[in-house]
């Protein structure tokens, strides 16, 4: 992964407190989120520590790079969620639901969903998980539908992608088991 480095120029977006976005060269806009693990115990829980990058290009989308360590392995479901809100460290429910202004469908990409419905990262027989995206036009870091100041949550399990809401859809991935807010 390669983070923006202290070369550009930066530019606060937004009125978030501790944002770290900023615009950089060729207009393209960076975010990153440091992800924690939630203190719950549940199987598939045991991740040590990720980060996510997003960045930004205009005419081409938003790249998404999401790494974790300590995962158990197999396919974890990743989203971007309502709220930032970090309080909830058991848990993580403080984060609210899959990020949806839009009221669109629960999916995965590359087809239709909600902003927030990523997919699933996959993570090796190491602890290592590894999730990108090229060119999400759905999920933006500046507007009226930025993602600044959201949470990013890793899930225990995988997410089926399923068209519907509720345990068969949404909220198949389970237990939260990482999280951060996006800056």
Do not use: W
Not at 14 to 37: K, T
Not at 40 to 63: E, N
Not at 169 to 178: E, I, K, P
């Amino acid at each position: 992964i390669n983070a923006p480095t202290a070369a550009y120029a930066v530019q606060f977006l937004g009125e978030h407190p501790n944002l770290r976005s900023f615009l950089c060269g060729g207009g393209s806009l960076h975010a990153v989120c440091d992800i924690v693990p939630t203190t719950q115990t549940v199987p598939g829980s045991g991740l040590a520590t990720g980060k996510m990058y997003l960045t930004y290009t205009p005419g081409h989308g938003t790249d998404i790079e999401i790494e974790a360590s300590g995962m158990s392995p197999g396919l974890h479901g990743v989203h971007i969620h309502e709220s930032g809100d970090m309080s909830d460290t058991v848990a993580g429910m403080s984060m609210g639901g899959h990020y949806n202004p839009h009221r669109a469908q629960h999916g995965c990409a590359p087809g239709v969903r909600k902003i927030g419905d990523l997919g699933n990262m996959i993570v090796d027989e190491e602890g290592n998980g590894y999730y990108a995206e090229r060119g999400n036009t759905q999920l933006k870091l500046d507007g009226p539908y930025s993602v600044i100041g959201r949470g990013l949550v890793i899930h225990a399990l995988e997410d089926n992608c399923a068209p519907v809401e509720g345990a068969a859809g949404d909220l198949s991935a389970g237990a939260r088991v990482g999280f951060c807010q996006i800056e």
